[in-house]
């Protein structure tokens, strides 16, 4: 049975999933991909203001395909997460709760999700027709010259993840590894 969450996330909320839990997020997630994290990550350096508060936010790592008309947004699949690494851990020391992508994550963003309180999901890759259903709004709110990989605020209702790294160093690659080692 899914896990149902709702943004802006807490540390509450974040503390409750394991490894492995399926989970339906609910509310307002932030489209951002790999030019948008480096902007993101100078402004923190320089101490400037981000284009919208991370404190319990949650980035999609995603660049939507034009949507047709009537739709609110295109194919919706997730990107490599680990092209993000270098600038995750500023981020989630600003308050970045939640990050859904594909793919396994560096040691030192296991370590800052430990120490942050933070999580991070996977969508289904090639599932990005299925996954743009449970996006019932997108605005680019940040750097369009970006095109794809502008930032955008995304409304989202029961869009379907899985936890792969949680806040206690649960890793769901690395527990479907052993158990396939065991099985053998």
């Known amino acids: 049975m899914a896990v149902t969450i709702t943004t802006p996330l807490s540390a509450e909320a974040v ?22 994290h480096k902007r993101l990550a100078a402004l923190v350096e ?7 508060d991370l404190r319990g936010a949650s980035i999609y790592y995603m660049g939507p395909s034009p949507a047709r008309p009537g739709q609110v947004i295109g ?14 851990p500023r981020l989630l020391g600003c308050g970045l709760r939640g990050m859904i992508g594909k793919g396994e994550r560096s040691q030192a963003v296991k370590d800052a999700l430990r ?12 599932a990005g027709a299925l ?26 209702c029961e869009f379907p993840v ?10 769901l690659y690395e527990q479907g590894r ?4 065991r099985a053998r």
């Open 115 to 126: 120490e942050h309180t933070a999580v991070y999901f996977a969508a289904t890759g090639g």
């Open 162 to 171: 899985v936890v792969v790294n949680d806040c206690y160093g649960g890793d």
């Open 46 to 52: 320089n101490g400037e203001p981000l284009p919208f």
């Open 15 to 36: 503390r409750a999933l394991r490894a492995g839990d399926d989970v339906r997020i609910t509310g307002v997630i932030y489209q951002a991909r790999d030019a948008a």
């Open 131 to 156: 996954l743009a259903t449970h996006v019932v709004a997108h605005e680019v709110i940040a750097y369009p010259e970006l095109g794809a990989e502008a930032v955008a605020r995304l409304q989202v």
């Open 75 to 88: 194919s919706a699949g997730p990107t490599t997460s680990g092209r993000m690494d270098a600038y995750t």
């Open 178 to 181: 052993a158990c396939y080692e």
